[in-house]
């Protein structure tokens, strides 16, 4: 059972390698979307916003200078203490770029921003994420991820100007390294705790294996005593009683019967005997057997009836033939006889345990030629023979028989 859950351990912490691995980038990839695109948003906002309220919400379409250009200049700036920003530039609708943060863009020039493009950012930004340098780190040749965006300024519904702005992402850079160092601890604590829980629980088992195994070990010791008990009883039990009373198991008892002479009799109260008699001085006589053998059988029977109705409350009984022998089987479901009482209950006259004993048992023996006794917690079984051969049977004879 150990290596059985080791196994199980091993292939969960298989899959967890194999779905956190991934899963991490995806969740990391999605985290760095959502933020970006929060990061967006947010920029976008206020610039529009500083902007209409400070400049102008009338259309510039020729390049500024002077006065007007120092204005967007100044605006800027304190724009840049509230969001970092590498690079703003403002194009007209007809794509003439009028105004660049950066003095060496070539304002005054027209691009491809315009027609299409510029109708196509009425209702929505155009952006992307690419790799540019830093020209706050001098001569060193950095490159950022920095976020570009387009976007239209808006006045009652119409387009005024078209902003571009370049966002460096280093705050949100710092955010997914943070959800990617926060996702992969989860996963890998996840993977401590299922690989200590493993061998946790591999211990608890291989302790429980052994509890069980020194448990089914000294169960099958117990049964191993029952069973030379068991058989030692049989083996005295047969010498002293002559070879009368012989112990077999149910499996050799089923083995020891004959043919059957008639269907099965249920006994529940002491009033059906009667019946049960008759019935069965008539089975007998049937089978061949001489009158005074029929009359002992049938008071053995009684008796051992009488005990199975006492003790169990109901028995049954059943009569076979083999080889000129008559063979009545009487059965119940009780408790079983204790084997200490065996003895006394063969060898004195008149002696009755609390359980599945009479004390008619030493009369049953005193008829028959032989009775054959199975008892256990399921029940008793005895099969009174008398008749056939009058040599004597011994165990081993019996087992033949099969």
Not at 150 to 165: K, S, T
Not at 176 to 196: D, K, P, Q, S
């Amino acid at each position: 059972m150990k290596y059985v859950f080791n196994r199980y351990v091993l292939l969960i912490l298989s899959i967890f390698l194999a779905i956190g691995i991934p899963a991490t980038f995806f969740f990391t990839n999605l985290v760095s979307g959502l933020l970006i695109e929060g990061y967006e948003n947010s920029t976008v906002a206020l610039v529009e916003t500083e902007y209409k309220k400070t400049i102008s919400t009338v259309p510039i379409t020729e390049p500024v200078s002077g006065q007007e250009r120092e204005k967007i200049d100044s605006f800027v700036d304190e724009l840049r203490l509230k969001v970092k920003l590498q690079e703003v530039n403002i194009w007209a609708l007809d794509g003439t770029l009028v105004y660049s943060s950066i003095p060496s863009e070539p304002i005054g020039e027209k691009t491809e921003l315009a027609g299409d493009f510029a109708e196509s950012l009425r209702d929505k930004t155009v952006s992307g994420v690419e790799r540019r340098g830093d020209p706050e780190v001098k001569g060193g040749g950095v490159r950022v991820d920095v976020l570009e965006v387009y976007f239209p300024i808006h006045h009652q519904a119409e387009i005024v100007n078209i902003f571009e702005i370049y966002a460096p992402l280093d705050p949100i850079n710092v955010l997914i390294a943070r959800a990617r160092e926060l996702i992969t601890g989860l996963f890998a604590i996840l993977f401590i705790v299922v690989a200590v829980t493993g061998q946790i629980g591999a211990v608890i088992l291989a302790r429980k294996d052994q509890r069980l195994n020194e448990q089914e070990r000294s169960e099958t010791a117990l049964r191993q005593k029952d069973r030379d008990i068991r058989k030692a009883y049989s083996e005295v039990l047969e010498a002293v009683t002559a070879g009368k009373l012989i112990i077999l198991s149910p499996e050799e008892m089923q083995g020891a019967l004959g043919k059957e002479c008639g269907e099965i009799h249920r006994i529940s109260s002491y009033a059906t005997l009667a019946i049960i008699r008759e019935s069965l001085g008539s089975i007998m006589r049937g089978c061949g057997l001489e009158k005074d053998l029929i009359e002992g059988m049938v008071l053995a029977a009684d008796e051992a009836m009488a005990n199975g109705v006492k003790h169990a409350g109901e028995c049954e009984l059943q009569v076979f033939s083999l080889a000129g022998m008559v063979q009545v089987k009487v059965s119940d479901h009780g408790p079983g006889i204790d084997f200490s009482d065996l003895p006394k209950a063969a060898l004195m006259a008149g002696f009755s345990s609390k359980k599945s004993l009479g004390v008619g048992f030493t009369l049953i023996l005193g008829i028959c030629d032989r009775v054959l006794l199975s008892t256990g917690a399921e029940g008793t079984t005895l099969i009174l023979e008398t008749g056939g051969k009058k040599e004597a049977e011994g165990f081993e004879d019996i087992l033949r028989r099969e």
